[in-house]
């Protein structure tokens, strides 16, 4: 009996539902002690397509925000996560990023790919990569503003389109889905001490870990340091013509 029942765990976390977001959700929160809470979400629209949650029809990162309740809100705490997955089944997972939580930088998805491309030739270890068809999000150890204000001065230019989400923001987590698509692991978490391992996910497209996160249960996963990263992330993203005008110092 209990060989059946780990055959229909295993199978449901395959499929996008209830129990695959929840545990990745308290895999964060309560093994990676990185609080959480749940995005806006998703509403149906005009024919199929999915309009975000919030009030506001031009909505710049759709179902991908915190709404109700704000972002101060985020939990490490597992009665809390279950509530609102409970009641909000579909909700993105939403990282608060910094604090003891992971920062990110983000990019298009065509910047991202070849910057990708530029640290493996480089043979640059990166941390985990979150993947949406738009966007792609580099998770990097936990960063000051001064610290960045720094790294960027350095930079004749920063395009628009490159974002830093330190303390007081947010990226969503896999295996959310959001307004541009479902959000994956493009490079899965590894814990620390963990030789790199490429891509770092199955055929699947998974992460190739035990838990939801992509890592060994209660191993937090390894972070790069920011200043590691931003200065390729910064050219390929210049390189690649990508739109947001740009400046100095972007955060």
Same mark, same amino acid.
């Given at each position: 009996?209990?060989?059946?029942?780990? #055959?229909?765990?295993?199978?449901?976390?395959?499929?996008?539902?209830?129990?695959?977001?929840?545990?990745?959700?308290?895999?964060?929160?309560?093994?990676?002690?990185?609080?959480?809470?749940?995005?806006?979400?998703?509403?149906?629209?005009?024919?199929?397509?999915? +309009?975000?949650?919030?009030?506001?029809?031009?909505? /710049?990162?759709?179902?991908?925000?915190?709404?109700?309740?704000?972002?101060?809100?985020?939990?490490? !705490?597992?009665?809390?996560?279950?509530?609102?997955?409970?009641?909000?089944? +579909?909700?993105?997972?939403?990282?608060?990023?910094?604090?003891?939580?992971?920062?990110?930088?983000?990019?298009? /998805?065509?910047?991202?790919?070849?910057?990708?491309?530029?640290? !493996?030739?480089?043979?640059?270890?990166?941390? %985990?990569?979150?993947?949406?068809?738009?966007?792609?999000?580099?998770?990097?150890?936990?960063?000051?503003?001064?610290?960045?204000?720094?790294?960027?001065?350095?930079? +004749?230019?920063?395009?628009?389109?490159?974002?830093?989400?330190? !303390?007081?923001?947010?990226?969503?987590?896999?295996?959310?889905?959001?307004?541009?698509? #479902?959000?994956?692991? =493009?490079?899965?978490?590894? %814990?620390?001490?963990? %030789?790199?391992?490429?891509?770092? &996910?199955? &055929?699947?497209?998974?992460?190739?870990? &035990?838990?939801?996160?992509?890592?060994?249960?209660?191993?937090?996963?390894?972070?790069?340091?920011?200043?590691?990263?931003? !200065?390729?992330?910064? =050219?390929?993203?210049?390189?690649?013509?990508?739109?947001?005008?740009?400046?100095?110092?972007?955060?």
């Amino acid at each position: 009996m209990r060989e059946i029942l780990g #055959r229909r765990r295993k199978l449901s976390l395959r499929r996008p539902g209830r129990s695959a977001v929840v545990t990745a959700a308290l895999t964060y929160a309560t093994e990676w002690q990185w609080p959480v809470l749940p995005g806006v979400g998703l509403r149906p629209g005009i024919g199929r397509v999915r +309009e975000c949650g919030c009030a506001h029809p031009d909505c /710049a990162v759709p179902g991908a925000h915190p709404f109700d309740p704000g972002l101060l809100a985020a939990s490490t !705490d597992a009665r809390m996560v279950r509530w609102w997955w409970t009641n909000r089944p +579909e909700a993105p997972v939403v990282l608060a990023t910094g604090g003891r939580a992971a920062s990110a930088v983000s990019l298009p /998805a065509i910047a991202g790919a070849r910057a990708l491309a530029a640290f !493996d030739r480089a043979g640059v270890r990166l941390g %985990p990569v979150v993947a949406t068809p738009t966007r792609w999000t580099l998770l990097v150890a936990p960063y000051s503003l001064e610290v960045l204000g720094e790294l960027l001065h350095n930079q +004749e230019w920063v395009p628009g389109s490159l974002r830093f989400h330190g !303390d007081g923001g947010y990226v969503v987590l896999p295996p959310s889905t959001t307004g541009p698509g #479902r959000a994956r692991w =493009e490079r899965a978490p590894q %814990p620390v001490g963990a %030789p790199s391992s490429g891509s770092g &996910r199955n &055929r699947a497209g998974r992460p190739s870990g &035990r838990s939801a996160g992509g890592a060994a249960a209660g191993a937090r996963p390894w972070l790069p340091d920011v200043a590691s990263v931003v !200065d390729v992330l910064v =050219e390929q993203s210049a390189a690649t013509g990508s739109t947001g005008g740009g400046s100095r110092l972007a955060y």
